[in-house]
């Protein structure tokens, strides 16, 4: 496994760095465990397979009407927001937010930055890009802590440093932490790490978090978490800067409650978490504490794209609990650094195709069995595999085709031989006499069938014809049973 | 064109997709079925104590001596706590070991102080919802969101008639969206994490302990 920075990486080797987790045994037990342990307490969530079906339609009803008024929303929220006296920024690309977020850090002389958890953040390496500009940007979820302490990225989107034992952290801790020595006692470990990020609290200027849902209505940021870093970072520094995806807002308070439920159930297999933080603006008069100045910045990066497509929509359903890559056998092997993207697994395959184009992100969609288990405990019942389907289509479409809604790197995967392979086996499949004649040739040549067979050979042995064909096996039982009717009479 | 109306253009030129309800979020609530007063308390009870809070219940006159009890017991020496008529009566009951600690003004001003001096912070709740076992803090104005995060043991108290059953009974009987705080705060256990080889660990950053006394005439849990 490739312990290096996501940004020394890329999608597009996602085939060699599969090869290289696999070959991994420590990284696939980690893994292997992990799984097993999200999935069974998940599981102990959802006993009632009726309330857990007619709430998973409930939030899924809730995601889709939010989508179908999103413009509306994103407006009605952000007018809401105003009225509180929060800052509201848009933002079309990755630099665009960082280069905000840089702004309002350098026009009120701001040095350390402390974060909540934000994976809009990590998917535009705001840490980076401060830290470039001599701002010091500390993660402040534990496992977001030890994955910044190791210099690397985090493996899961609820489950940063799920790929490290407690081992690697005693070891991580004792190299990196000034009088940390080695213990393998995870509460000392956690321990260290509060002590370490308490003083960080009091010091920062600014503070950074994502958001789960975002409320039009009341111009509320719901935050969900467990550790209290998260309403550390809001609360403690003088300023808020929340972070979000365009997707993630959602019309009345009330319909953010069943995501409420949803989403602590399906990540974590809790009721709830030990927080939900609701935020309705900055420090108000009267108020002691809170921070007096809060913004929200609202990034697209790609989701307009898959907005644009009525099917593809459903990918911004998304409330990224992470059940889908806890449930899936291909993140369940290689891990979440292999797929080299922020997001890994599942909701990564759908969606990151739109933030970085099908040209760097090809071999995603091809990385999955289709055997559905993603849609299965999805909250809110993306049809993951579909969606993946259409990726492939589009993938391998003529680079050239005029489409409705073309995809940035539509056709990366377009190869015309395979195209002429096709077009050739679906001419002879359609017409009787040819699919004859290759029927026979077939079936008597078998033995001069090629010993290499492209991909499939990678792994497997040789494809070699049957003797005979289902036809050719039909009409002998067919002859055989009519031979006995005759006798019998 | 700024990028939000760059933005707000793309998704306005989108492909229509099939024609959506409003989800019928109150008739999915309304179809479950409803707990009696005493099945409130018991899961509330049970449900905190499953996440490892400890959990108290007292009558009306009594409460206050109980949560002090409990302050005690942890070593408790400064206190701080909000100026509503809660904190009053807690405050006249605590014995001379522990100290009470009043915040005035901006946190600023006591920023310092809170993180490094204070033991423990008392907040009322508004709600208790015994379907997750969570409490219900209305952070904002004369009760700083800070008194229930940052000291080591976070002290809760609630009241028996202000049980509801889920987040939803709760925000339709309360009413949350038309007024609401600067921060509500929905608590169910003490600060933890899982983030070290799935172990539970609790403390990370927020309150270790936590402790709830429900204010009760009569019967106990
Ligand atoms: S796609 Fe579904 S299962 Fe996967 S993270 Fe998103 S909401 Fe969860």
Known sequence: MSAQPLHFVSPAQFRGRVSEALADDGLRDNFRSAMNFLRDKRASQFPDPVETEALRDLGEAVRKHALAHLPALLEKLEANLQARGVEVHWADTPDEACALIHRIATEAGAQRVIKGKSMVSEEVELNHYLEARGIDCLESDMGEYIVQLAGERPSHIVMPAIHKTKQDIARLFEQKIPGAGYTEDVDALIHTGRQVLRERFMQADIGISGVNFAIAETGTLWLVENEGNGRLSTTVPDIHIAMMGIEKVVDTLEHALPLASLLPRSATGQAATTYFNLITGPRRPGDQDGPRRMHLVLLDNGRSQAYADAQLRATLQCIRCGACMNHCPVYARVGGHAYGTTYPGPIGQILSPHLLGLEASRDLPTASSLCGACAEVCPVRIPIPSLLMRLRTEANRAPGARTAQPLAGQGASFSLGQKLVWRFWSGIYARTGPYRLLRWAATRLRRWAPRRQMGWTQHRTPLVPAARSLHDLMKARRMAVSDRDVKKM | MSARDRILARLRAAEPGAPVAVPDVAGYYARRSRLTATELLSQLCARLRASRADVKVAAPDAWASVAAEALQQRGVRRLALGSCARAVTLAAALPDTIETVRFDGAIEGWKRALFETVDAGFTPASA????????????????????????????????????????????????????????????????????IQQTLAYGAHGPRELIVVVIADGETA
């Open chain 2, 128 to 195: 208790g919802i015994a379907a997750t076992g969570a409490l219900l803090l209305n952070h904002g104005g004369a009760l700083p969101r800070t008194l229930s995060l940052v000291p080591p043991v976070s002290l809760v108290c609630v009241d028996v008639h202000d049980l509801y059953d889920d987040l939803h009974h709760a925000a339709s009987v309360q009413r949350w969206a038309d007024d609401m705080p600067t921060n509500r705060v929905l608590v169910s256990s003490p600060s933890r994490t899982a983030d």
